[in-house]
């Protein structure tokens, strides 16, 4: 069976995290720019990396490349494929596009026109046309055009990957999972040491630090675009999740974790965390204190801090109470941290001067739509500091 080419976008900054995952699960010729990476290989390769990748948004499968300088030669050139044998009549479809300097500057026109030779193939084949289900489709499909060149590919997922099913509501300043994990794993944290979020919020950075460290597969407790392809193996789906259950089992039979701790001031954000802890089956594994940043004692010096601490963008706060915020987080690190090393989320530098700490390592990353650094602190021990 020849290899399939996949593109996986990510949180733009983790492209380093996602291409060790990869690496991991055996892909091969691995590529990409920022916020994505591409990949070959066998059926197998796509639906592993719907069940583990962490750091990824999608797993799209490409289904054609072409050139299309006119509006008729893109019809044309979609209508070529074999869609009768892709998705047939008794499928839904939806399509998805995005453009760039292309023959039409809307990408809904162009989304429509995709729709448009793909039912009329099917109809011309079949004698029938396929429904159209924008909500749930049986079929996702994606077209980007960049520069004429067009790129078609089915989704293996319908939602997001980020979305692992253990988040009851989203709070008001959330913290992408893909970005949280990518961002965990670019740490260097080794999996064993202590790691502790003082100002955590809905829990995102230690949820996930908790799936890595017991090896979970994020995809597990989810469906996914690929179980109602016509080409879906469900024995082969059937014996990578059974593999993935067993291991599981293992993992969660192991007598301790490292010591995961979090703390925040908002009793709200951290009632998320709880539930999200338990619709996560990590009860027992991650600790939530409420509690401030001035009282905060984790009760051992934490080998890593990794936070997502307010910085004025979403969280209406005013500019003097985030800037004792910050004064506060330096306070903590230094107080309790000594030896250890903390990673700051940062989408505005001026704040950081309030930490009174020497940075670094600074990696380029994007929280949604902000422009952010995620920041490496060393932390001397008080006796260090004292010489």
């Not at 030669?73 to 995005?98: H, K």
């Not at 084949?125 to 060149?149: A, F, M, S």
């Not at 790691?195 to 090896?215: K, Q, R, V």
Request: charged share 30%; aromatic share 8%.
């Amino acid at each position: 069976m020849s290899d399939k080419q996949y593109f996986v976008p990510c949180p733009m900054g983790v492209e380093a995290a996602l291409e060790e995952e990869l690496k991991a699960l055996g892909a091969s010729r691995i590529d990409g720019s920022p916020g994505h990476r591409t990949f070959f290989g066998p059926k197998e390769l796509g639906y592993r990396a719907c069940l583990w990748l962490r750091t990824a948004i999608r797993v799209q499968e490409l289904l054609a490349t072409f050139e299309a300088r006119t509006e008729q030669e893109f019809y044309d050139g979609v209508y070529s494929l074999p869609w009768e044998r892709i998705c047939g009549v008794d499928r839904s479809l939806a399509v998805d596009a995005s453009i760039r300097n292309a023959f039409s500057k809307h990408s809904k026109y162009v989304g429509l026109l995709t729709k448009d030779a793909v039912v009329d193939r099917i109809r011309d084949r079949l004698g029938r046309r396929p429904n159209v289900d924008t909500h749930d489709p049986d079929l996702p499909l994606k077209i980007t055009i960049q520069e004429n060149k067009v790129y078609l590919y089915r989704n293996l997922n319908h939602r997001s990957l980020h979305k692992r099913g253990y988040r009851p509501v989203q709070v008001k300043s959330p913290l992408n999972e893909a970005l949280a994990a990518g961002l965990i794993l670019l740490s260097g944290w080794d999996r064993k040491s202590s790691l502790i979020d003082p100002m955590c919020g809905s829990g995102t950075f230690l949820l996930e630090a908790a799936g890595i460290a017991l090896g979970l597969a994020p995809g597990l407790g989810r469906s996914f675009a690929f179980e109602r392809f016509h080409d879906f193996d469900p024995n082969l789906w059937a014996d990578l999740r059974q593999h993935a259950l067993d291991r599981e089992r293992d993992t969660h039979s192991l007598p301790s974790l490292p010591l995961l701790q979090g703390a925040d001031r908002h009793g709200g954000a951290l009632e998320i965390a709880r539930t999200s802890r338990a619709l996560a089956g990590l009860e027992g594994k991650v600790r939530f204190f409420h509690t401030e940043l001035k009282t905060f004692h984790p009760g051992l010096e934490p080998s890593m801090v990794i936070t997502n601490p307010p910085y004025g963008h979403r969280i209406g706060t005013d500019p003097g109470e985030l800037k004792e915020t910050w004064k506060d987080l330096g306070d903590f690190l230094r107080r309790e941290c000594g030896g250890g090393v903390a990673w700051i989320l940062c989408g505005n530098k001026e704040l950081t001067r309030g930490l009174r700490l020497r940075t670094e390592r600074r990696i380029p990353v994007r929280n949604g739509s902000l422009d952010c650094r995620f920041l490496k602190y060393s932390i001397r021990r008080k006796e260090d500091l004292a010489k």
